[in-house]
């Protein structure tokens, strides 16, 4: 029992990873059951017993994921101490992490995807975000508590929104420069006026 057991949640972990890489690199429309069951080493029974649906995987891998970043945000401030905006910074908007859409961060790939989500799908998403935005604003001490919440915003969506223009650029140029200004300006609204 508790070989199957285990052999049956280690199926369902491969599942879920492919199906995170999948949703992140090709998005939701872009991939299918038996492409995610194929790369998982599994059949699409076994997909659908795990996950229902591709809805199902889809919000399994969303949950996974945002919990990437939820975990990954506070390691940032303990490894990087005052500095870790800018290391985050220069990770999110660095070549390695630009390049690798199948394991780059769900907030740019999979954000998108949610105008068309089902309700329970986005309620998640609202729930992650909010607490990713949560932890952000925890490492902002240089604004009043008033102001740090909209700042943590901003700061997510110049990131996201600036990655998702320069992964959809060609031109290794204007790439890296636009992550460059990006990555000032990112860097320049966490700077407290006067």
């Not at 052999?7 to 492919?18: G, P, S, V, W, Y």
């Not at 690199?25 to 069951?37: K, L, M, N, P, T």
């Not at 607490?131 to 009043?144: M, N, R, S």
């Amino acid at each position: 029992m508790v070989k199957n057991q285990t052999r049956k949640e280690e199926t369902r972990r491969n599942i879920l990873d492919a199906a995170s890489r999948a949703f992140r690199e090709f998005g939701f429309s872009g991939v299918g059951v038996d492409g995610i069951a194929k790369s998982a080493n599994a059949t699409s029974g076994a997909f659908y017993a795990h996950f229902g649906s591709k809805d199902g995987a889809f919000r399994a891998a969303l949950d996974l994921g945002l919990d990437e970043v939820i975990d990954g945000v506070p390691r940032f401030q303990r490894e990087f101490g005052d500095g870790w905006t800018d290391a985050f910074i220069d990770y999110y908007l660095g070549r390695p992490h630009r390049e690798d859409l199948a394991c780059g961060c769900a907030m740019t790939s999979l954000s998108p995807e949610m105008t068309r989500a089902d309700v329970e799908t986005r309620a998640l998403y609202d729930r992650k975000m909010q607490t990713i935005a949560g932890l952000v604003a925890k490492g902002l001490p240089q604004f009043p508590d008033d102001q740090r919440l909209a700042k943590a915003w901003s700061f997510l969506g110049i990131l996201i929104g600036g990655l998702t223009i320069v992964r959809g650029l060609q031109d290794k140029a204007a790439i890296d420069a636009v992550a460059s200004s990006i990555k000032s300006t990112a860097a320049s609204i966490l700077k407290p006026v006067g």
